[in-house]
């Protein structure tokens, strides 16, 4: 979620919004941004659209890199 957070905080700050002004214009409450702007690792998805829809964005399935994929992969912890 690093990379949601930086992307709503950058877009926040140019379009000159508090938390409080986006989360009125996305119809999510103040503590939602800041958890989202912070990068808390678990939110609800739909929530987080209604604040990527501000920026003409949504979430989707993004490709990672094969090191990414094996870092994250329980079976490979030994």
């Excluded at 949601?4 to 409450?29: E, S, Y």
């Excluded at 964005?57 to 094969?66: D, I, N, Q």
Aim: charged share 35%; proline share 4%.
């Amino acid at each position: 979620m690093k990379g949601v957070a930086i992307f709503v905080v950058q877009r926040r700050k140019a379009l000159k919004l508090t938390q409080q002004q986006l989360a009125d214009k996305a119809g999510v409450g103040l503590r939602f941004v800041r958890e989202l702007e912070g990068g808390k690792p678990t939110l609800r998805m739909d929530k987080v659209n209604d604040v990527l829809r501000l920026f003409g964005c949504e979430l989707g399935a993004v490709p990672m890199s094969r090191k990414e994929v094996d870092d994250q992969d329980p079976r490979t912890d030994a």
